[in-house]
C-alpha cells in the first residue's frame, strides 16, 4: 500500500497510534464507519478519511479538520469496525495533539464547540456532574449568542428538566483527583 513506505517519516502517524492505543495501519478503508457515524456529513473529512490521511502524514488538513471536534464519542463506528479500530479515540488523539502544537481551527462552529467543551469539562471538575442550566447560560454569554435556546428554558423548568441548582456529587473529590492524575499523565505522554 502507498504508505507502508512512509512509516519511518510520519511522524503523525507514530503521535496518533501511541496517544490513541490504535494502530491506524490497520485500517483497510472499508468506509463502514463513514455510514455509521451520525455526523459525518457535517465533517470536512470522515472518519475513513481521517485514518488515510494520518497514514499519510497529512498534518497540517488532519489538524485543521472540524471532524475531529464534530466527532461525538459515539463509538458507532468503533463498533462496526472490521479491524477493531478505537476510531473515537484516534478523535480524541488528534483534537488533543493538534491543540498542543497550536492548530486552531477558526471556523464559529469549531469555536462554539470547543467552548463547550471547555464549560462542560470545568464543570465536571467542579461538581461531578453536569449543571444544564449554567452550560446553558455560560455558554450563551461566551459565544455572543446571548439568547440562543432561552424559550426552552421556563418549559424545561417547570417539568424540572433543567434544575435552577445542583449539588456536587458525594464523589466530586475523588473526581477532582482523577482529573489531576489525568493532568499528569497528559503532561508524560507529551
Ligand atoms: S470501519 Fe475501520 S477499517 Fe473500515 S474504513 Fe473505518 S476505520 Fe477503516
Ligand atoms: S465516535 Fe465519532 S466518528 Fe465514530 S461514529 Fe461517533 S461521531 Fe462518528
Not at 451520525?38 to 465533517?43: A, L
Not at 492524575?181 to 507529551?190: P, R
Amino acid at each position: 500500500m502507498i504508505t507502508l513506505g512512509l512509516q519511518e517519516k510520519n511522524t503523525l502517524l507514530a503521535d496518533v497510534n501511541k496517544r490513541s492505543g490504535a494502530n491506524v495501519l490497520e485500517c483497510y478503508q472499508c468506509g463502514k464507519c463513514v455510514s455509521t457515524c451520525p455526523v459525518s456529513s457535517f465533517m470536512d473529512f470522515p472518519p475513513r478519511e481521517i485514518m488515510q490521511m494520518v497514514k499519510l502524514g497529512q498534518k497540517e488538513q488532519v489538524y485543521l479538520a472540524n471532524s475531529t471536534w464534530f466527532c461525538l464519542t459515539c463509538s458507532a463506528c468503533s463498533g462496526r469496525c472490521p479491524r477493531e479500530i478505537e476510531i473515537p479515540a484516534v478523535m480524541e488523539a488528534i483534537r488533543h495533539l493538534a491543540l498542543e502544537e497550536n492548530y486552531t481551527n477558526k471556523s464559529a462552529k469549531v469555536k462554539a464547540i470547543r467552548k463547550f467543551h471547555d464549560i462542560f469539562l470545568d464543570m465536571i471538575r467542579r461538581y461531578g456532574r453536569s449543571y444544564e442550566l449554567r452550560l446553558m447560560i455560560e455558554h450563551n454569554i461566551r459565544t455572543r449568542d446571548l439568547f440562543k435556546d432561552v424559550m426552552l428554558a421556563p418549559t424545561a423548568l417547570l417539568k424540572g428538566k433543567i434544575p435552577l441548582l445542583v449539588k456536587p456529587v458525594k464523589s466530586a473529590k475523588a473526581i477532582r483527583r482523577m482529573f489531576k492524575m489525568a493532568e499528569k499523565l497528559e503532561q508524560k505522554q507529551k
